[in-house]
């Protein structure tokens, strides 16, 4: 206002309550336009600019009420592109000069109109002579893409006002966009574009009440013009009066100032036909329940309305965390859902599939009691439906109130027991293969049951029972029926048994006439823990107890000394009643890889295939011992300032020397989990599993060759030769033994014997196939370019030349070769020899990388044209994806070799980080679960951008639907403890795997992600709030109360925070629960007090003597 330097404050004049002035006569539009460049001032305010004045719809000449503020202001002029374009006079204007409010038209001097025809550039600008002095003479700025901003989810809006041009960034819902200022602007929006409030026209509305034609027009009728002023009704539906107090004020609510004003502001800017678009999920959800009401039996209909319940909800939820009470809410809509369903439901497996769903939906809501009535309910269901069991049996492992060991066990029994009795029964092979998966799955689960309740002997001696009976005894006529009495007879004999030394097996003891001849000596007693024993009791008890359970990792004999304080180590037959069973010899060939899985994954190895149901089986999850230690380091990992990528640490896995490029994904998998591990912290022997594994090689098994072989490194590498030379001996035409051994004699430093065992090997396997023996040639290209030799080499070794006499290849040959390769590579796919044609794509791209000129990315001297090499990669990729070979292993084998190419590039001189984060993307997309990827693409990604790419792509694409596991969990929590992260970060990662609502995870019953997270919170206490430690061990053996080693926690990780009263209920829940307990407490107090009345007594005895 103009009197606010004034001492003596003056009334403010609200001019818009007076009458409306008469509308002036116009002017000439010629001259007026001259008037008002002249008066239009070089420079205007920005931050507070809005467009406040409007042209005319309608063709009436109002006056406009100028903006409050303080600056000048002039009649603005707007192009159109419909119709001619008029401009209006300035009514008013202020004149602050004097401290008074002016409130009649200023007039202006004339100026001479030959001034308009001449232009003085001040400036120099070099484009004059292109385009010439008349800026309106040229075409406005364009941008295609919806004038999309690299960074933002907004695009560039450019605001013109005669010759000033100003642009914002504007975002989905907006019309103005946001200042340049706002840094918020550049950063990625959880949010979602906030609701506008919308109302159609009540003439629009009349207008459809009665339509003149035969017809319903599905497009919306154009707004017409009219001359004369508007009804009063019309004008209280465009809003309140311009005069208006109102038109001053700031709506209620409003974000970011005319959110809600923004559609008729565009509706006056633009005068475009107005639609009115529907979400989309809204659109889907009222075209579902339309479906559903229509066709109530529509039982797909009604699963795929209660599936978009959850779209809605993550739709309407403000970030990654959604509130526990919007959870219960749309799972009580969609529990609402399913009793409709299930009233109209006909078919077994939609049924099944509707029970399935309430139950989970019923879990978030429903307290003990009734989840409790509604198991009683559907029993009948449950034994009928494998889904419904295993959702039965993860109830009664996690409700603590009611978990007792011996119930959940007599579950299992009885479960076995009900599909040995349905495999009896049928006929159809088909059905019969599904019922012994089921039943290799059952006994998977319940044998990690008893090893995770500490009764480590049973379960090891159940899988020595299963293994003997279906992989080392004899065939029998009816295998459905109970097991032999012969075998009774061998277990009890007790013989030497699967993975123990010089066992012989059950067949040979039936051939013999139950030759014991063999039998064992008795152990020596075991002299207990070593050590100063800890002053506190309760410490004190748990090192014994840990001591004795990890000696107790393998059932005992009869006649050792320890089993007289404790029984449990001595397993006899009884104790397997129900457990083992045989599986018929015409699908033991189609099961045995599925038996050997499930085996390797009871002891926490790698199984040799990564396509098990049991996968993403939060109960048969692998341990990461790399993890285990990263989490309980006190300090986080800090990387060094400045360039955020090349100064980094690598992966883990990339710190051996053999990766997936030429070794097999189980066979790396292994190598990085154990190799270095102390063995003595496994959770079996090691040595039982190496030699449970050679066993089988010997008798036949070769798929498992190689993974003994891997074995006998990680035990002893220098010992590798040995164990080599005797497996090739009885596989010599097995090219993956030379390959691994090639491999391990590498990574022990003997390079020049393992050129010689890959070159004899190209010469021996020539006649089984060419596929084969240019695998090996493409390793020894690959260990001869990882050790930096010479590129003639290497190219040597890709185009099959053994000898190093010519060490400069023309290039005449070396195109030839490549286009040799490319050849086979296609006659490989046209005969569908997939991994012949990938074996062919990776020699090609090895080759095209150290031969080829052309790069689009920076190179050194040391480095090859890596933009070459990944076009070979991406065009084979494509062929596989086009004919439905995208998600086997061979494609995934490939990218895994691409990943370590971009790797290795990087190591041996510059790159583009966006290109290797880019190609590391791609990856991703197409094997979204594929931890090597996600590692790599946490590397290259920048730590130093306002939103993070790695929480973005995990968010996007890999912590969704189905494929979430615990292994992608793991690498999100591993992406916070880096730079990137925090503390607070990391332990909001654990919440979000640990507490996550979504059931296509269950990460919450790893009992192994809780011991994690409750040793980070004790490591990291500092930076949490205080005592997080102690709630996240209650919260976590509220959730998995069978979990033995969880429950220990309190006794190691949390003893020195807890009291007497919280250690001695901890050890009454565990033996109230049922759970193992080698050494009693009472007695363990006992035996202590007397200890140190003994101790006394001897120190008074010594007193005395002095």
Request: charged residues 30%; hydrophobic residues 35%; glycine residues 6%.
């Amino acid at each position: 206002m103009s009197g606010r330097d004034d001492k003596k404050p003056t009334v403010p004049k609200f001019s818009s309550f007076k009458p409306k002035p008469a509308e002036p006569t116009p002017a000439p539009a010629s001259s007026k336009t001259k008037e008002d460049d002249v008066k239009r001032p070089s420079h205007r305010p920005s931050k507070h600019h809005r467009h406040h004045h409007r042209s005319h719809r309608h063709g009436d000449k109002r006056s406009r009420t100028t903006s409050r503020s303080p600056s000048p202001k002039r009649a603005r002029t707007r192009e159109r592109s419909e119709g001619p374009t008029t401009r209006e006079p300035e009514v008013r204007r202020r004149d602050d000069l004097d401290g008074g409010r002016s409130h009649a038209a200023q007039q202006q001097p004339t100026k001479d109109l030959g001034s308009d025809f001449f232009i003085i550039d001040k400036r120099g600008d070099p484009m004059v002579r292109k385009f010439g002095v008349d800026r309106y003479k040229l075409l406005q700025f364009r941008r295609p893409n919806r004038e999309a901003v690299l960074g933002s989810d907004g695009y560039l809006y450019i605001h013109r006002d005669g010759p000033l041009e100003q642009f914002s960034i504007r975002r989905p819902g907006e019309f103005y966009g946001v200042s340049l200022r706002d840094k918020n602007a550049f950063r990625t929006r959880l949010r979602q574009v906030q609701p506008r409030m919308l109302r159609a026209s009540k003439r629009a509305v009349a207008e459809a009440d009665g339509p003149s034609e035969d017809f319903i027009s599905l497009r919306p009728p154009k707004r017409k013009k009219r001359g004369g002023r508007e009804s009063e009704e019309d004008e209280c539906e465009h809003g309140p009066d311009y005069r208006s107090i109102e038109g001053k004020a700031k709506a209620a609510g409003a974000s970011g100032g005319d959110t809600e004003l923004e559609s008729s502001a565009e509706e006056e800017e633009e005068e475009e036909d107005t639609v009115v678009e529907l979400d989309p999920l809204k659109e889907r959800s009222i075209e579902l329940t339309r479906r559903v009401k229509d066709k109530p039996d529509d039982i797909p209909a009604w699963i795929e309305l209660i599936n978009h319940q959850d779209l809605l909800m993550k739709a309407g939820g403000s970030g990654q965390d959604i509130p526990i009470d919007e959870v219960k809410s749309f799972a009580e809509i969609k529990l609402s859902m399913y009793e409709k369903a299930l009233a109209q439901v006909k078919n077994p497996f939609q049924k099944e599939q509707l029970l399935v769903g309430q139950v989970r939906e019923g879990a978030k809501v429903w307290d003990v009691p009734v989840q409790d009535a509604h198991w009683k309910k559907i029993q009948k269901e449950v034994d009928g439906s494998f889904l419904l069991w295993r959702l039965y049996l993860d109830y009664k492992l996690s409700n603590i109130a009611s978990f007792q060991y011996g119930t959940v066990k007599k579950i299992f029994l009885d479960r076995l027991a009900l599909l040995s009795g349905k495999v009896a029964e049928e006929v159809i092979r088909v059905k019969q293969k599904a019922l012994y998966s089921e039943l290799i799955y059952v006994f998977l689960r319940a044998t990690r049951f008893f090893y995770d309740c500490g009764y480590r002997e049973l379960s090891v001696a159940a899988w020595q029972a299963l293994l003997e009976l279906n992989l080392r005894g004899p065939e029998f006529p009816n295998p459905s029926g109970p097991v032999p009495e012969s075998f009774q007879t061998f277990w009890e004999s007790e013989v030497p048994r699967l993975g123990e030394p010089d066992a012989r097996g059950w067949n040979y003891f039936i051939t013999t006439n139950g030759d014991d001849s063999n039998v064992p000596e008795p152990a020596a007693p075991d002299p207990g823990p070593q050590g100063t024993p800890s002053r506190d009791a309760y410490k004190a008890w748990a090192v014994e107890e840990l001591y004795r359970s990890r000696r107790s990792r393998m059932p005992a004999r009869t006649l050792d000394e320890d089993n007289l304080e404790d029984p449990f180590r001595l397993i006899m037959y009884s104790d397997l009643e129900g457990l083992p069973f045989i599986i018929p010899g015409n699908l033991l060939a189609e099961l045995k890889g599925e038996l050997l899985d499930a085996y390797l994954t009871f002891c926490e190895f790698p199984p040799l295939s990564s396509k098990r149901a049991w996968k993403t089986d939060a109960h048969l999850s692998q341990r990461d011992f790399a993890f285990e230690h990263l989490v309980s380091h006190a300090e986080p990992r800090k990387y060094p300032e400045g360039d955020d990528s090349t100064t980094r640490s690598p992966p883990e896995f990339l710190k051996k020397a053999i990766t997936a490029a030429v070794a097999p994904k189980h066979i790396c998998s292994l190598l990085h989990s154990f190799k270095g591990v102390n063995k003595d912290e496994l959770p079996v022997e090691f040595s039982w599993v190496l030699l449970t594994l050679k066993t089988l090689v010997v008798a036949g098994y070769e798929e498992l060759a190689g993974y003994c072989l891997a074995l006998e490194w990680i035990a002893d590498a220098g010992s590798v030769r040995k164990a080599a030379r005797t497996l090739i001996k009885q596989y010599s035409q097995n090219i993956g033994l030379y390959n691994l051994y090639g491999l391990f004699e590498w990574a022990n430093g003997n390079f020049d014997l393992a050129k010689k065992v890959l070159s004899s090997a190209t010469q021996l396997s020539q006649p089984t196939g060419l596929e084969s023996t240019r695998q090996l040639w493409f390793t020894w290209a690959w260990i001869e370019f990882m050790n930096e030799a010479e590129t003639s080499t290497v190219l040597s070794r890709l185009c099959l030349i053994p000898d190093e006499g010519d060490s400069n290849l023309p290039l005449t040959f070396v195109l030839k070769k490549k286009q040799e390769l490319r050849m086979e590579s296609e006659n490989a796919f046209v005969r569908d020899d997939i991994y012949g044609f990938v074996v062919n794509a990776k020699l090609l791209a090895l080759a095209e990388y150290l031969s080829s000129d052309a790069s689009s990315e920076p190179k050194s001297e040391k480095q090859g044209s890596i933009s070459a090499a990944m076009d070979i990669i991406w065009k084979h990729s494509e062929r596989l994806l086009i004919h439905g070979h995208g998600e086997c292993s061979q494609h995934e084998e490939l990218l895994e070799f691409a990943s370590m190419l971009l790797y290795r590039h990087t190591t041996m001189g510059p790159y583009r980080r966006v290109y290797l984060s880019d190609q590391f993307r791609r990856c991703i997309q197409l094997f979204p679960t594929n931890v090597n990827f996600l590692a790599l693409f946490d590397w290259v990604a920048s730590t130093l951008r306002i939103d993070d790419e790695f929480r973005n792509v995990l968010n996007d694409q890999v912590l969704i639907g189905n494929q979430d596991s615990i292994a992608l969990r793991v690498c999100a929590i591993t992406h916070e403890l880096g730079a990137s992260g925090s503390t607070y970060s990391a332990a909001a990662a654990f919440s979000r795997a640990l507490f996550d609502t979504s059931e296509a995870v269950g990460s919450s019953s790893s009992a192994w992600l809780w011991m994690c997270y409750v040793r980070f919170c004790r490591a990291r206490a500092e930076g949490l709030p205080r005592d997080s430690a102690k709630r996240a061990y209650y919260r976590g053996v509220g959730r998995c109360p069978w979990a033995k080693g969880l429950a220990m926690e309190v006794f190691t990780t949390l003893v020195r925070g807890m009291t007497s009263a919280e250690l001695k209920a901890g050890y009454s829940s565990m033996e109230v629960k049922g759970l193992r307990i080698h050494v009693g407490m009472e007695e363990f107090m006992e035996r202590r007090k007397v200890e140190k009345e003994k101790e006394r007594e001897r120190q008074r005895h010594r007193e005395k003597g002095r």
